[in-house]
Nanobody, 128 residues
């Protein structure tokens, strides 16, 4: 069973930076996509970024391109989301997600239905 554990959330001022981590276990992730989503109160869960574990190919939401970077550390089985130039509208619970990508995307890459495994989330709050 895949387990995903997020960490690194917190409170930061607008314009600042924060890095959240997702420790993955329970599987060999070479064929997997790992993604980050976020959900603000009263809103839907939105795609932020994703990475194909084997190749390192990345995908980003337009709202975070140029500010956020997703990366992975194979040795630690950990995915990171480096967030720079944070804005108050980035405030949300950030969730890590994983899916076996051996057959590619089943839905558009930003669709939550692609992902079979989810972490518990970590709160990121950006003050103005």
């Amino acid at each position: 069973q895949v387990q995903l554990v997020e960490s690194g959330g917190g409170l930061v001022q607008a314009g600042g930076s924060l890095r959240v981590s997702c420790a993955a276990s329970g599987r060999t992730f070479s064929s997997y996509f790992l993604g980050w989503f976020r959900q603000a109160p009263g809103k839907e869960r939105d795609f932020v970024a994703a990475i194909r574990w084997s190749s390192g190919i990345t995908y980003y939401a337009d709202s975070v391109k140029g500010r956020f970077t997703i990366s992975r550390d194979n040795a630690k089985s950990t995915v990171y989301l480096q967030m720079n130039k944070l804005k108050p509208e980035d405030t949300a619970v950030y969730y890590c997600a994983a899916t076996d990508g051996s057959k590619g995307w089943r839905y558009p890459y930003y669709d939550t239905r692609n992902y079979d495994f989810w972490g518990q989330g970590t709160q990121v709050t950006v003050s103005s």
